[in-house]
């Protein structure tokens, strides 16, 4: 196998990526996906931590965050299809009323 | 009998709560009845425990009576008592039987008045007051007392509060007083500190006995600032310079409360205090000093005010006050009985005065101005007659009663065993005060009831006797003014007319026997020739004589041009003397104005701008502008909300790494 320092790196890569892209981007659906990516870096981690220190721990947290994960889709992609039905669109600069 | 002192303040204070709460409904006859047959009551109780202290030899003529145990904290026991010795018998019946007079004669002169009953409730107040002043055990009774007259002299004297000047005058008299009333406290606190308690049967005798032990020096400091503090008190109820401004003022009120509170009792309070207080004052010779020459001034000084005041009731304001002084001369001089024996005569011929003149005010349809009185004598036969009792009597003409109670006190302060010389010189000014007296009340009987009259022919029509109700009480006060001097005949005198006794002197021995001993010991009298006796009496007489000699003339054998022409000669010195010395407007420029300014800074800076702005207001400001401030963070961007998490996340990494 390879380094867990390579798997690390690869983990914090994915993570800024993602963080960088639920930042910038503009399209709601990019902004879940880029969430998705975090995620999925995390799992990495874990994975990779949890066959190095030979603990199972780490692979039942990934358990756990694939199903908080596939929740939170759920939920954050319902609300998005009510807003669009108002707003017709899924810009996210549009999303601008809670304000002072 | 001894068992029934508390009835003599409980009678009227009945009679109060009786008033005041079912007065309103239960009618002008219910309200007289009731209000009058509380003070008589009163009065009759204090006859019978009379009757019995008399039985008793004179060195054990003493009643106490514990009601309740008021005050019992630690070190300090104060209980609700009352005690009845010659000195306190004097007073409540002088209380008591004037004040019935004066319930009487109200009935007949507020009969016209819609409050009535308020008017009853209040003098009721008054009574109950005055009794637990003078009734007192202790200093703190006495106290209790002394703060209840107050306010009932500031109800009674705004009694028509509609008016502002009336609501003054209640005010001025509260707030002058309570001044007086800071000393008097802290003269309490001095003797608690002292003698451990304010009780009059421990603290006298625990006096003498530091006294004589020697732990207590003549004339040491404390006794000296206990006694002078006692006495600011006194100058305050009992209106001597500086404090006396609240009287003239005080004849906002009705009549009959200027003769009662403002003559006969109230005021006579800081007198009864001192002669309470005697064996302290006796100890403290530097105090009586200075009550000597305060009295002295304030004697003479508001006698010379007298002369030229217009409203007849301002007339005798400023004679009280000056009738005050002497009183407060004899006690000075440790001529206590002396003291005690023109409170008395003054209460006669005082209250006989103020109740004549309020019939007369009433005739002349509420009118109080002199100059517009005249020629009332046929009008107004028996009011004249009473008047003019009263008016020779505080003239100090013998037989009257005035002459033997002002002629003790002179004779005594030129004797004055601790202060010879300052003794002459308060004899002085209380002589020619004499004169200046007989000189302003005799131009107040020329003025208003002989001559022309110089009213409208409206007044000219109203002009008539008063009724019974109160020409009854004037007619027994002028007896009284007559008759009452006979009490206190001098020794000189009365060896001549063939071993008549000094009947107040000997009454009241046993109060002020430790006093005497101490004088008699320290500073002994030396013998006076008694020819000097009866010349010094045949001057005051004179000096009486030429007073009412001199108000005849002016204002009676030269007609109205005189008055006129010398109040233009001597403009300077009438205005001095018109306007009462300046002494109100100094005071309010010295005292009032810096007060009142000091509030209104107090209230716009402290108050409005620093607590209400700054402190309440200004958090909420504050929180205000923050949060305007603050809530431009909600932009409505989701990337802003974004960014602060991931910011957030940086944090507690930080945190987490390097923490």
Known sequence: MAPIEYYITLSCILFGLGAIGFLTRRNAIILFMSIELMLNSINLMLTAFSHFKADMAGQVMVLFIFAVAAAEVAVGLAILICLFKHIKSVDITKFNLLRW | ?659
């Open chain 2, 1 to 659: 009998m001894d068992k029934f002192i508390f009835l003599i303040p409980l009678f009227p204070l009945i009679g109060f709560i009786f008033n005041g709460l079912l007065g309103k409904k239960l009618g002008k006859g219910v309200v007289s009845f009731v209000g009058c047959l509380t003070v008589g009551f009163s009065f009759l109780t204090a006859l019978f425990i009379w009757k019995d202290l008399l039985a008793l030899p004179p060195e054990e003529r003493l009643f106490t009576q514990v009601i309740w145990d008021w005050i019992s904290v630690g070190g300090v026991h104060v209980p609700l008592e009352f005690m009845i010795d010659p000195l306190s018998m004097v007073m409540i019946l002088v209380v008591t039987g004037v004040g019935f007079l004066i319930h009487v004669y109200s009935t007949g002169y507020m009969y016209h008045d819609e409050s009535y009953w308020r008017y009853f409730a209040y003098l009721n107040m008054f009574v109950f007051f005055m009794s637990m002043l003078v009734l007192g055990g202790n200093y703190l009774v006495m106290f209790v007392g002394w703060e209840g007259v107050g306010l009932a002299s500031y109800l009674l004297i705004g009694f028509w509060y509609q008016g502002d000047e009336n609501a003054d005058a209640g005010k001025k008299a509260f707030v002058v007083n309570r001044i007086g009333d800071f000393g008097f406290v802290l003269g309490l606190f001095l003797m608690f500190l002292t003698f451990g308690s304010l009780s009059y049967l421990e603290v006298f005798p625990k006096a003498l006995e530091m006294y004589e032990s020697g732990a207590l020096a003549l004339n040491s400091g404390v006794m000296v600032a206990m006694c002078l503090l006692l006495f600011v008190g006194a100058t305050g109820k009992s209106a001597q310079i500086p404090l006396y401004v609240w009287l003239p003022d005080a004849m906002a009120g009705p009549t009959p409360v200027s003769a009662l509170i403002h003559a006969a009792t109230m005021v006579t309070a800081g007198v009864y205090m001192v002669a309470r207080t005697n064996i302290l004052y006796t100890l403290a010779p530097t105090a009586l000093l200075v009550v000597g020459i305060i009295a002295a001034l304030t004697a003479f000084f508001a006698a010379t005010m007298g002369i030229l005041q217009y409203d007849i009731k301002k007339v005798l304001a400023y004679s009280t006050v000056s009738q005050l002084g002497y009183m407060f001369i004899g006690v000075g001089v440790t001529a206590y009985w002396a003291g005690i024996f023109h409170l008395m005569t003054h209460a006669f011929f005082k209250a006989c005065l103020f109740l004549c003149s309020g019939s007369v005010i009433h005739a002349m349809s509420n009118d109080q101005d002199m100059r517009h009185m005249g020629g009332l004598a046929k009008k107004m036969p028996i009011t004249y007659a009473t008047m003019l009792i009263a008016t020779i009597a505080i003239a100090g003409i013998p037989p009257f009663a005035g002459f033997f109670s002002k002629d003790e006190i002179l004779w005594k302060a030129f004797t004055f065993p601790y202060y010879p010389v300052m003794g002459k010189i308060i004899w002085t000014l209380g002589t020619i005060g004499a004169g200046v007296t007989a000189f302003y009340m005799f131009r107040l009987i020329f003025m208003t009831f002989h001559g022309e009259f110089r009213g409208t022919e409206e007044q000219a029509k109203h002009l008539h006797e008063s009724p019974v109700s109160m020409t009854l009480p004037l007619v027994i006060l002028a007896f009284l003014s007559f008759t009452g001097g006979w009490l206190g005949i001098p020794h000189l005198i009365g060896h001549k007319l063939g071993h008549v006794p000094n009947i107040l002197e000997t009454w009241l021995e046993p109060v002020f026997e430790h006093s005497a001993k101490i004088v008699a010991h320290v500073a002994p009298t030396p013998h006076y020739p008694e020819p000097l006796e009866w010349s010094l009496m045949a001057l005051s007489v004179a000096v009486a004589v030429i007073g009412i000699c001199t108000a005849y003339y002016i204002y009676m054998k030269r007609g109205a041009d005189l008055p006129e022409k010398m109040a233009k000669e001597y403009a300077p010195l009438y205005q001095l003397i018109h306007n009462k010395y300046y002494v109100d407007e100094v005071y309010d420029f010295m005292i009032v104005k810096p007060i009142y300014y000091f509030s209104v800074a107090l209230w716009k800076i402290v108050d409005a701008f620093i607590i209400d702005g700054i402190g309440v207001n200004g958090p909420g400001w504050l929180v205000k502008r923050c949060s305007a401030g603050v809530r431009l963070i909600h932009n409505g961007y989701v990337q802003t909300c974004g960014a602060f998490m991931v910011l957030g996340l940086v944090a507690i990494a930080c945190f987490y790494l390097y923490g």
